[in-house]
Nanobody
């Protein structure tokens, strides 16, 4: 069993930056992949970024490429999402999720464990 505890988020002006953290407990993430998803009001949840803990390979949604960076800290068993050049359309509840396996997945249904979600609001 994996527990995910998120931190970070908040309110920022357009063009600003935020960093989200997703700390795992229960087991190490060495054989897991971790993804970040977001859901804006009235919209479906969408994939943002993912990382394979095994080799560090990453993938991003087109809407965040070049602005967001996902990374991992082996010692802390934590995944980060660095968000730069934020736009009002990035406003959403962001959630991290983990799944056993090396292959990166972009569908929420493929993930088994979820963090509690955190609000990110970008003002114009």
């Amino acid at each position: 069993q994996v527990q995910l505890l998120q931190s970070g988020g908040g309110l920022v002006q357009a063009g600003g930056s935020l960093r989200l953290s997703c700390a795992a407990s229960g087991r190490t993430l060495g054989t897991y992949t971790v993804g970040w998803f977001r859901q804006a009001p009235g919209k479906e949840r969408e994939f943002v970024a993912g990382i394979s803990w095994y080799d560090g390979s990453t993938t991003y949604a087109d809407s965040v490429k070049g602005r967001f960076t996902i990374s991992r800290d082996n010692a802390e068993n934590t995944v980060y999402l660095q968000m730069n050049s934020l736009k009002p359309e990035d406003t959403a509840v962001y959630s991290c999720a983990a799944r056993a396996g090396y292959n990166l997945k972009t569908m929420a249904r493929d993930y088994d464990y979820w963090g509690q979600g955190t609000q990110v609001t970008v003002s114009s």
